[in-house]
């Protein structure tokens, strides 16, 4: 259990650190005249394909390589995990992901005040919140259903899992900043000083982890 816990708080915090890094690049594009393209919504969540990718071979032995304390809950729900191992690789991503979002702090781009955005959340906040809980749901049914079925090939499991979290993150990048994950949004979404959307990224992935424990 201690090097699954050692695994879940380093591998969350490679996972946010990369992501919030990418995006912020991508914001500083703006800050210098530019403006943030599909391109640049394609970088980051090519980006998020490759280093869950990686992560999940390397951990996925060692943790189940996780991530996300929605997709923990869910593990936990299906008895895939025990509730206490599941409780604390929940706390240690959550930490690991305030962590990484204190590092990318100081590459936050600075943007003027016309530009600056004001919340997380580009659309009207029912829509952001029936988003996050479908592209949750969707992706942890996906998550579930690649690590259960004895009809995936073991090679195969981390990338249909990596394929189906960078659809999500590219679905949701632009409208929420791509939530999903509580141990990327909440710590990134604290920093950035975006606190009108804390309740979204808290509750829907976790909303979303229960309907894709109930499809499944």
């Known amino acids: 259990m201690i090097k699954g816990i050692i695994f879940e708080f380093f591998g969350t915090f490679i996972l946010v650190f990369v992501t ?4 912020e690049m991508a914001k500083t594009k703006q800050a210098n005249g ?15 394909f ?3 990718m990686a992560l999940f071979y390397i951990g996925r ?22 509730l206490v191992q599941g409780i604390v690789y929940a706390i240690c991503q959550l930490v690991a992901g305030f962590f990484a979002a204190l590092l990318v702090m100081p590459f936050q781009a600075e943007l003027d ?32 259903n690649a690590e259960v079925s004895n009809n995936v090939k ?10 189906g979290h960078m659809i999500v993150t590219a679905s949701t990048l632009r409208f929420t900043g791509g939530g999903v994950n509580p141990a990327k949004s909440l710590p ?18 976790f909303i979303g982890a229960i309907f894709a424990v109930v499809s499944f």
Request: aromatic share 18%; with cysteine.
């Open 20 to 23: 919030g890094l990418c995006e």
């Open 34 to 48: 530019g403006r943030i393209q599909g391109e640049d919504f394609m970088s980051v969540s090519f980006t998020a």
């Open 50 to 52: 490759f280093a869950y």
């Open 61 to 82: 032995k060692i943790s189940g390589c996780y991530l996300n304390p929605a997709v923990t809950f869910a593990m936990v729900f299906i008895k895939k995990t025990k």
């Open 113 to 144: 005040d016309d530009l600056a955005p004001i919340s997380a959340i580009t659309i009207d906040y029912f829509k952001a919140l029936i988003l996050e809980i479908q592209m949750s749901a969707i992706f942890i049914f996906i998550f579930i």
């Open 154 to 163: 073991r090679h195969l499991k981390g990338f249909i899992i990596s394929c």
């Open 188 to 205: 990134l979404n604290f920093v950035r000083g975006f606190f009108d959307s804390t309740h979204i990224f808290l509750f829907a992935p």
